[in-house]
């Protein structure tokens, strides 16, 4: 039951998606965006989808602490990737990719605190556009990126490639030291295993 409402999802993203391009030829995974120095010795893998309660609950109540002991001190670094339930969940992390390298990650944070009002909205990509004019960009850029299928092509190749690679069925899930671990962990869970690793490196 579970590999086929995984099936679903994937068809339902795709079915809902006129941005992503017919004439694509394997489209490749989108160039992983890292929070934290690129050298750090524990990698912590992240897929999470922008319309996600646990993944926005991850970010705003967990994602903190865990920058500020693990990432910000550079014991460990986190790769962030896109792993879209639905379409608007597809549209925000396209603004996110568009906004650039330097405003990336300050997008995902926004968006995920703001989830609960964009994401109900009457019009989410209207609301999604208020949210990019507040942070000093021009929210034509919303319509600019929901119509590059470089962006959206690549942000659907990384969530089939976490689901061929990691069999990723869910989100949050979080990878650390190469081991699965789904929902939406506590500071506490995930500081015990870095520390375990680390003992142990």
Partial sequence: MLIRRQFLAAALVAAALPLVSAQA????????MILGNPEAPIEIIEYASM?????????????????????????????FREFPLDRLAVV????????????YFGFIDVLFETQ????????????IKQIVRMGGLDPAMVDTCMADSVVIDGIIATRIHGEQNYEIKSTPSIIIDGELHAGDMSYEELDAM????????
């Avoid at 925000?92 to 405003?103: K, M, N, Y």
């Avoid at 909205?121 to 609301?127: I, L, M």
């Fill in 51 to 79: 319309t996600c309660p646990h993944c926005a609950a991850f970010h705003n109540d967990t994602l903190p602490q865990l920058k500020a002991e693990w990432i910000d001190t550079g014991r460990a670094r986190l790769i």
């Fill in 194 to 201: 870095l520390r375990e690793i680390e003992d142990n490196g």
């Fill in 116 to 127: 609960s009002t964009w994401a109900r909205a009457e019009d989410p990509v209207e609301a």
């Fill in 92 to 103: 925000a992390s396209a603004v996110a990719r568009c906004s650039g390298p330097d405003h």
């Fill in 25 to 32: 030829q394997d489209p490749q995974p989108l160039p992983d």
